[in-house]
């Protein structure tokens, strides 16, 4: 593996040119300043596969960026692991994202993108972030042991969030006015708060989460516009 330290200088890798692929290297050092380990840039179509990258602000930066794969890196004791805005269509999937203050974030004007198949655990904030950020799909991660939420989103619409397991955070799944978000087969266990829905507007509250989800074993009964319904005992 090549090794390319930043030696606390600033952003590393700093791409604006389309279908490149960056893998097998490890990238640290990144720090000072605003430092990216590896920073995409009106950058479209690349392949992020296979890297160790660690000690940067942010691990993984795109900015105005789509269509690009981040796959099977590890993402360690970085300020933020993957941080996204105004960028489409990428997949981010079967990484090992551990040790960040925030793991994945994606703030402001994100669609249509994949977060999938990726272990996000022991981060000091949250494990997932989105912010503003529509039509996204959350599924089959394990999100375990972040010192705040596991899934947190706020003021986003028609996210698919399923089938990810998370266990042992502080708050498993926040929903914050996020609206029409569909919830299938989730599993939250042993975490302090394992679901939160919260707004300050009605359609805040609006969501299509069925009895799939489950906290610690048993389902989430959530109803909307629903009258004359009795929780089950058990």
């Known amino acids: 593996v090549t090794i390319i330290d930043g030696n606390g200088t600033g952003t590393i890798v700093y791409v604006t ?118 039509n996204n799909t959350i599924s089959d991660n394990i999100i375990t042991s972040n010192s705040f939420t596991g899934l947190y989103m706020d003021f986003c619409s028609s996210d698919l969030v399923s089938r990810n397991t998370v266990i042992n955070n502080h708050i498993g799944i926040h929903l914050y006015d996020s609206t029409n978000s569909i919830l299938r087969d989730n599993n939250m266990t042993g975490n302090s708060f394992n679901f939160r829905s919260e707004g300050i507007v009605l359609s805040g509250f609006i969501q299509d989460i069925d009895t799939s989800n489950t906290v610690d074993g048993k389902p989430i009964y959530y109803w909307v516009n629903q009258h004359n319904k009795q929780i089950p005992a058990d």
Do not use: P
């Open 17 to 134: 040119a389309d279908n490149i692929t960056i893998s097998r290297f490890t990238i640290r050092n990144g720090y000072q300043y605003d430092g990216k380990g590896i920073h995409l840039h009106y950058s479209d179509g690349n392949n992020i596969s296979s890297n160790i990258i660690t000690l940067n602000k942010h691990g993984i930066r795109l900015e105005e960026s789509s269509g690009n794969t981040i796959i099977d890196n590890d993402i360690i004791s970085n300020d933020d692991g993957v941080r996204a805005s105004g960028s489409n269509n990428n997949t981010i999937n079967c990484n090992t994202i551990s040790n960040n203050q925030r793991g994945i974030e994606c703030a402001f004007f994100n669609v249509g993108n994949m977060i999938s198949n990726n272990t996000i655990a022991s981060n000091n904030a949250t494990g997932i972030r989105l912010a503003h950020s529509d």
